[in-house]
């Protein structure tokens, strides 16, 4: 079974994003501070998911996300504290004493979508899409002029 955003970007996507290898250090944290993380402000794109799955974790009209090769996402703190929801190769990781989504391990493992509303410190990305609009939650209306994919970036 699949969990949140773990099948929304194609192989062989191109992805915008920053290289420096310099970046700094962004800090992460669920609601009641439990779990900590730290991440390189290296993410690679940055995306709101309007599918069902998203909006049922965030409890949200959408979830914003970041994604970045997993191994660039270290928790600094209470990594006893997380519940996975998925396998060891695609999840969601939430928080078990406030049930804050921290992240979603996506694309066979190698990557994460970090929900940018559990980051601490402003990344240098912003979203460039909607994605999922076509199961987009129907009291909801997109009002900026981001590009709009009915499913996948490219699904028009």
Not at 35 to 64: I, L, W
Not at 123 to 137: E, L, N
Request: glycine share 10%; with cysteine; charged share 20%.
């Amino acid at each position: 079974m699949r969990y949140g955003c773990v099948s929304h970007l194609r192989a062989g996507v191109a992805m915008t994003g920053s290289e420096n290898s310099n970046a700094r250090i962004l800090t992460g944290e669920c609601y009641c501070r439990a779990v900590r993380y730290e991440v390189a402000d290296q993410f690679s794109y940055a995306m709101n998911c309007h599918c069902s799955n998203c909006r049922r974790t965030t409890g949200s009209a959408f979830k914003p996300f970041a994604g970045i090769p997993q191994e660039k996402l270290r928790i600094v703190r209470g990594d006893d504290q997380r519940i996975i929801f998925g396998d060891d190769t695609t999840h969601d990781a939430h928080c078990a004493r406030c049930g804050s989504l921290l992240y979603s391990r996506v694309r066979d493992g190698k990557w994460v979508h970090v929900a940018m509303g559990t980051l601490v410190d402003a990344p240098s990305i912003r979203p460039s899409a909607h994605i999922f609009v076509g199961s987009k939650a129907p009291w909801h209306e997109i009002t900026d002029n981001l590009p709009q994919y009915r499913g996948h970036v490219g699904d028009g």
